[in-house]
C-alpha cells in the first residue's frame, strides 16, 4: 500500500471526477502477506476518473484530496469498506425452474441419478433451447442486478446450456447483450462440454465440440475462458484434456470443474493445460492439491454447493495452511440458487473454517486471479479499479458473521455509485 499522499499516474489527469469514500470503521485494502487481508482503520480512498490514486487513514487522504474538490462523496461511518466482490464461477445464464429437483434430492435422489436420468442440466438445456433471446437477456440482467445488490461487481459466466453450436452461440450473445450498459462487469466462459446431449455418446460430443462449437465461438469472439465438466460420467480426464486444449488453440483461456463427485484426474488435467482455475475440488486429496499448486493453478472453493447438496466441504484449510490461495465463488445455477458472496463467504467461515478475513480475500483478490485479472481487481491499492462495496456493519468480520440480510449498502463501480 501507498501512503495517502504518493502520486499514482492516474493523478496526471487531475482535472478529472474525484470520487472519495471516508470515515470507514474498517477499510479493507488487499491481501496481506499471509492468507489474509490487510485492513485500515478509519479508513478512506479517493479515486480519480474510476482507479484509486489514494488509500489509508481518512485524515491523509482528505488532506491531499479535500471533500470539498470532490464530484461523489460517500460518508462510510461506522461502515466497512471491501473492494468490489468478484464472483469467478457462475452459470447464472438460464431459463426454467428446477425447484422440483430440491425436493427430489430431499427425497433422496442424487445430482448424478438425476444427469443420468436426462434431467439437471439437461432440462435446463431443454428450457434454454426453447427461451427466446429477449427472454435470456431478461433472465440474466435481473440475476446480474440481484449480484449488483449484494456486492458483486465482477462477475464470470459460463455458458453450458446450449449444448449445440447455434444455442452455444446465442447465450454467449445474451451473455454480451445483458453485460451491455450493466454496472456489473461480466466474464464470458464457453463450456459446451457441461454435458453429454441426449442422442450422443461423449466421444462424438467431444468431436463436435472441438471441430465444430469452438472454432464457431472463436469466430464470434465474446468467450475469453473454455470450462468442461470433468467428472465421473460426463467427461473423463483424457476428453477434458482435448477440449481444453483446442479452446486454448483459439485463444480461450482453460478453467476446470474437478473432483466436485469424484476425482478422476481433473487436477492433473488442470495443472497440465495450465487452467487458470480448477473449481469445486470436493473430493481433491494431497496429491491434487500439490499438482495445482506447483502448477500455480487457483483453487476455487464453491461452498453454496456442497450446502445445497448436503455434501461434505472441500478442504480449503489445507491450502490456507500451506500459505496459498483460495478463492470462492457461488456457483449460481439451478442446482444451487445462491447469487450472494456474502453467504458465500459465511459458509466458507462456517462450513470450511475459513477466517472472515480469508473469506473476504476469497471473494476479492483471489478470485480476480482465478479470472486472470492483474490490473488491481478485487483491491483497492493505489491505481486499481475504484470498485467498492460499503457494508452497514461495524467491520469486516461482520460479513461472514451475519447471515440473516444483506449488510451491502452502497456498490462503486468505477468510482461511480451504481447502488444505493
Ligand atoms: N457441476 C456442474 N455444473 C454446475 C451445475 C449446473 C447445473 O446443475 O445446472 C456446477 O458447477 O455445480
Ligand atoms: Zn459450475
Redesign the pocket.
Known amino acids: 500500500m501507498r501512503d495517502a499522499d504518493t502520486k499514482t499516474e492516474h493523478d496526471a489527469v487531475s482535472d478529472g471526477a474525484l470520487t472519495i469514500v471516508y470515515g470507514a470503521a474498517e477499510l479493507v485494502v488487499g491481501p496481506d502477506d499471509g492468507t489474509g487481508v490487510t485492513v485500515v482503520e478509519d479508513g478512506a480512498f479517493a479515486a480519480l476518473d474510476g482507479y484509486v490514486v489514494a488509500v489509508g487513514p481518512t485524515e491523509d487522504v482528505l488532506a491531499d484530496y479535500p471533500l470539498a474538490d470532490a464530484d461523489t462523496v460517500v460518508d462510510a461511518t461506522g461502515k466497512t469498506v471491501l473492494p468490489g466482490l468478484v464472483d469467478p464461477?457462475t452459470?447464472a445464464l438460464?431459463a426454467g425452474d428446477r425447484s422440483d429437483e430440491f425436493v427430489a434430492k430431499l427425497r433422496g435422489a442424487t445430482?448424478e441419478e438425476l444427469l443420468a436420468q436426462g434431467g439437471?442440466?439437461l432440462r435446463?438445456v431443454d428450457a434454454v433451447r426453447r427461451a427466446s433471446d429477449e427472454e435470456l437477456v431478461a433472465n440474466l440482467t435481473e440475476h446480474l442486478d440481484a449480484m449488483l445488490e449484494h456486492g458483486t461487481t465482477t462477475v464470470e459466466v459460463k455458458t453450458?446450456?446450449g449444448l449445440d453450436t447455434e444455442t452455444e452461440l446465442r447465450m454467449l450473445d445474451a451473455i454480451a447483450a445483458a453485460s451491455g450498459d450493466h454496472p456489473v462487469d461480466v466474464v464470458p466462459t464457453f463450456m459446451g462440454a457441461?454435458a453429454v446431449p441426449r442422442g450422443m455418446d461423449a466421444d462424438e460430443y467431444v468431436e463436435e465440440v472441438v471441430t465444430e462449437q469452438l472454432p464457431a465461438v472463436a469466430e464470434q469472439g465474446i468467450a475469453e475462458f473454455c470450462d468442461v465438466?470433468c467428472?465421473r460420467g460426463v467427461f473423463d480426464a483424457d476428453q477434458s484434456r482435448r477440449i481444453l486444449d483446442a479452446g486454448r488453440e483459439y485463444g480461450l483461456t482453460p478453467k476446470i470443474?474437478a473432483d466436485?463427485f469424484a476425482a478422476i484426474g481433473g487436477t492433473d488435467v488442470a495443472s497440465g493445460v495450465g487452467a487458470a482455475s480448477a473449481?469445486?475440488l470436493l473430493h481433491t486429496g494431497e496429491s491434487g492439491r500439490e499438482t495445482l499448486v506447483e502448477a500455480g493453478v487457483t483453487p476455487v472453493m464453491?461452498p453454496g454447493?456442497a450446502f445445497g447438496l448436503g455434501a461434505d466441504y472441500a478442504d480449503a484449510r489445507a491450502f490456507l495452511d500451506a500459505g496459498h490461495e483460495v478463492a470462492l465463488a457461488t456457483?449460481f445455477?439451478?442446482?444451487?440458487f445462491a447469487r450472494s458472496m456474502g453467504f458465500v463467504a459465511t459458509l466458507a467461515s462456517v462450513g470450511m473454517r475459513m477466517t472472515p478475513h480469508e473469506a473476504i480475500r476469497g471473494i476479492t483478490s483471489a478470485a480476480a486471479n482465478a479470472l486472470g485479472r492483474s490490473d488491481g481487481t478485487g483491491t483497492l491499492r493505489p491505481d486499481s479499479p475504484a470498485d467498492a462495496v460499503v457494508l452497514d456493519v461495524p467491520s469486516a468480520t461482520h460479513l461472514s458473521y451475519r447471515f440473516d440480510t444483506n449488510t451491502v449498502s452502497t456498490v462503486l463501480k468505477s468510482g461511480v455509485v451504481v447502488h444505493a
Open positions: 464461477h452459470h438460464f445430482y439437471g442440466i435446463t453450458g446450456y457441461h465438466f467428472e470443474h466436485e473449481d469445486h464453491l454447493t456457483d445455477n439451478p442446482n444451487c
